[in-house]
């Protein structure tokens, strides 16, 4: 009798066994959920300007088969500086760059509603400037507006001229109001010739 119920074990226990997976496994279950696949990679984000990198402003224009560079630039066009600025950009705050060789043209304009202003390219200071200037020689042959340090006959409020010259040698150079303590006081820009021909405006 002991036997007989414990060969009936043994046979119930070896049937749990198989039924449960004891087996071999190429017998298990196929159905179990397949791995999640990999999450995409993220985006790499947009790129952006490098500061220092030029651009195309919409006051500046440029004509590579003619060689010729156009800027308009307005004094006290804004606020900023109590008006004291070019294309409402003062202290160096960004730098015109023209290829070698270029002609330029810069349509000057004064949109300041009180000061006489006026505009000059010079040999570069290093943003070191004196309250008046004792050379009024421009950098290049016509780069400067008429009476360029004089406070009472320089460009007056709403007036303009244009000034045509060539970027005849690379270096670096300032755009500067003449009017005594204007550049002083930050009514300048940088204005470089390149000799790569690099063109357009550096912030």
């Known amino acids: 009798m002991n036997r007989v119920l414990s060969s009936g074990f043994a046979a119930i226990f070896c049937l749990t066994v198989v039924a449960c997976g004891g087996g071999d496994s190429s017998d298990a279950d196929d159905s179990a959920p397949a791995p999640a696949p990999a999450a995409a990679p993220a985006a790499a984000p947009a790129a952006t300007p ?3 990198s030029l651009s195309t ?3 500046m224009s440029v004509d590579e088969s003619a060689q ?11 606020d900023a500086n109590n008006h004291w600025n070019l294309n409402g950009l003062s202290n160096g705050a960004a730098t015109i760059v023209v290829p070698e060789g270029y ?11 009180v000061n006489i202003h006026s505009l000059a390219v010079i040999d570069a200071t290093g943003g070191t400037m ?12 016509g780069a400067e507006t008429s009476n360029p340090t004089s406070m009472t006959e320089a460009t007056a409020t709403g007036a303009s001229e244009t000034l045509t010259f060539t970027a005849s040698a690379a270096g670096d ?11 002083l006081t930050g009514m300048w820009i940088g204005f470089d010739v390149s000799a790569s ?7």
């Open 197 to 203: 021909g690099e063109v357009g405006v550096r912030m």
């Open 103 to 113: 002609a330029v043209t810069i349509h000057f304009s004064n949109a300041d509603p």
């Open 50 to 52: 490098s500061p220092g």
């Open 130 to 141: 004196p309250a008046m200037f004792n050379d009024v020689s421009p950098a290049f042959d």
């Open 68 to 78: 010729t560079v156009t800027i308009d630039i307005a004094a006290g066009q804004t």
């Open 57 to 59: 402003p919409d006051w």
């Open 173 to 183: 150079y300032d755009l500067v109001c003449m009017i005594p303590a204007h550049a």
